[in-house]
């Protein structure tokens, strides 16, 4: 089953932006239905696939994460974060993981290796055998990586037929792990989700986070759009945030999505695309509007 996220929003534009920041993909990765165009009938809604021909790209490009994990070179610290001072190396001791049952082999048709997806919805006994699997990836890539980590399975659940796995990370490596602005972080979500996935046989949402730095974040971008928006009612006039991952969108999207005098909307492409908040009425001699 290919991923499938819905958007809604005054205009079509604006559910659809909503809709990529969600499932973090760009326009051109995508297939969009318009469930309903908005105006005086209500909302506007749509529907965003990701395209099968990414479900062969990511494959290709797990082919080749499978056969560096299988090599014994070493990744070198400054790859991994050119602001974090390095730290000294050694191997926490990790208590074995508790027992969970085995990840369910992939049925014919389905999404593993071969290519397509389990067919079915996923069960909690299926979700249990994906975090364990996650979890004994994690620990191979940190290990791979030389920096030995502590990690917990801190919530297993199953989303809308979609397990959802959340990972912590515990060790003297964190500030490594996090990168710069998160960016090693969710470069090691990504590549961890997708492993998963192949491996189970079936699509899965892996959250991982490094010594509660995703809460951290997620207050302080709650922080920063709450100020924005008050700027941005105060002045009449739009405000533009920095680029941010589509997650970090996503909570800026949700903290003013009731806002009673702001709205949101995303701009740009790729790294460089950013939330910009916007008063709801015009200003009324010249200036910015959004209506």
Do not use: C, W
């Not at 297939?31 to 309903?36: G, I």
């Not at 993981?97 to 082999?105: D, I, L, N, V």
């Not at 006039?237 to 909307?265: K, N, W």
């Amino acid at each position: 089953m290919v991923e499938s996220v819905e958007g809604t929003g005054r205009t079509v534009d604006e559910a659809l932006e909503r809709a990529l920041d969600e499932i973090g993909l760009e326009r051109d990765e995508v297939e969009v239905t318009v469930l309903s165009e908005g105006g005086s009938a209500g909302q506007a809604r749509v529907v965003v696939t990701a395209r099968e021909d990414l479900e062969d790209l990511e494959d290709e490009e797990l082919d080749d994460a499978d056969d560096e994990l299988g090599d014994d070179e070493e990744i070198e610290e400054d790859e991994l974060g050119d602001e974090v001072d390095e730290q000294p190396r050694g191997r926490p001791a990790r208590t074995a993981p508790p027992a969970r049952a085995q990840p369910r082999a992939a049925a014919p048709g389905g999404n593993g290796p071969d290519g397509a997806e389990a067919a079915g919805r996923a069960t909690a006994a299926d979700a249990e055998a994906i975090a364990t699997l996650a979890e004994e990836i994690l620990v191979e890539l940190l290990d791979r990586m030389d920096l030995p980590s502590e990690v917990e399975v801190d919530d297993v659940a199953v989303d809308d037929g979609l397990p959802t796995i959340q990972l912590s990370i515990h060790g003297e490596f964190g500030g490594i792990l996090i990168g710069r602005h998160g960016d090693t972080l969710g470069a090691l979500q990504f590549l961890l989700g997708l492993m998963v996935g192949r491996r189970a046989g079936r699509r899965a949402r892996v959250i991982v986070d490094v010594e509660g730095y995703r809460e951290r974040r997620a207050n302080l971008l709650n922080d920063l759009a709450l100020r924005a928006a008050e700027r941005a009612a105060r002045y009449r006039q739009p405000i533009f945030m920095d680029p941010m991952a589509p997650g970090e969108r996503r909570i800026v999207h949700l903290a003013l999505q009731d806002h009673p005098a702001v709205q949101t909307h995303s701009i740009g492409e790729g790294d460089s695309r950013r939330v910009v908040v916007s008063p709801k009425q015009a200003q009324r001699f010249g200036g910015y509007s959004v209506e």
